[in-house]
């Protein structure tokens, strides 16, 4: 069975300029989730035309119930809510995936601009620097993803988020949907035409030579710049965790998996039982 892996965000989705977009009680996210919906539908059918016989979806925005599953073609699995170990990522460690595609993804927190960059969380981290390199989510994410063998074929957002990806994934095909004019403007490509051009370069991206997966060398260090100085210092009761700034953290990881792991236990823990996102 030939397995293709869609990792899914909504704010490089075409569409979205703000953040009324983002999130359930927003007046825009009924349309926006639609708009998220339909390019992951091209992206997914693309790659069933193309001879995969499974997509396995990761819903990976806000609370994670983005996606309409209604409209799945046959053959998605669609993996949905928190809390997820892998983030964004959930199941890249499924045996035989031969690729993955990044849809809806946007530039990191420190990225040069882009349409409502951030990395994972705006509210809890000003930066994630995995191995000296301010990392986007995408550059993270295909990190972990290398890990697994796994290569990033494909990458849809703007501009930003697709001269981002020449970092982590060069030899994938790059969809911009969208050129942002600001952090919270932008000027997009319809929806329709938004997916006829993903279900153009998914083809492209699985008919031509595979690239080679992200592979970083470990140990991996991962330090954080949080967005509050308590934040930092109640990590550092951590014993792994070093504080090395007012707000910064800093821990080494033998691998990806477990450096993804702790960054999902920042986001999603909550000793109430109650996941926050
Ligand atoms: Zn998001």
Redesign the pocket.
């Known amino acids: 069975m030939r397995k293709l892996y869609i990792s899914a ?3 490089g989705c075409a569409g979205v300029a703000s953040q009324h977009a983002l999130a359930a009680d927003r007046f825009e996210w009924q349309d926006a989730r639609r708009w998220m919906t339909g390019e992951v539908v091209a992206a997914a059918e693309a790659a069933l035309a193309h001879g995969f016989d499974e997509v396995l979806l990761v819903d ?3 609370n994670g119930h983005n996606l309409l599953p209604d409209v799945m073609p046959d053959g998605v699995r669609l993996l949905r809510s928190w809390p997820r170990a892998l983030l964004q990522m959930e199941g890249i460690d499924t045996p035989g995936i031969e690729a993955a595609f990044f849809i809806g993804y946007h530039n990191g927190a420190m990225g040069d601009g882009g349409i409502l960059a951030h990395t994972y969380s705006s509210a809890a981290f000003r930066d994630l620097r995995l191995n000296g390199v301010s990392a986007s989510e995408g550059y993270l994410n295909a990190a972990l993803a290398g890990e697994f063998g796994v290569p990033v074929v494909l990458v849809t957002g703007d501009a930003e988020t697709a001269a981002d990806a020449k970092a982590y994934a060069p030899g994938a095909v790059a969809c911009i949907v969208k050129q942002s004019v600001g952090f919270r403007a932008a000027a997009a490509l319809t929806p329709r035409e938004a997916c006829a051009a993903i279900s153009t370069a998914a083809a492209s991206a699985l008919t031509t030579p595979r690239p080679r997966p992200f592979r970083l060398e470990g140990p991996y260090r991962l330090e954080i710049d949080f967005s509050t100085r308590v934040a930092a210092e109640m990590a550092a009761y951590l014993p792994f965790i070093e504080q090395t700034g007012p707000c910064t953290v800093s821990a080494e990881f033998a691998t990806m998996a477990a450096l993804m792991r702790f960054i999902s236990f920042l986001i999603l823990f909550n000793p109430n039982g109650v996941v926050g996102l």
């Open positions: 965000d909504i704010e990976g925005h806000g």
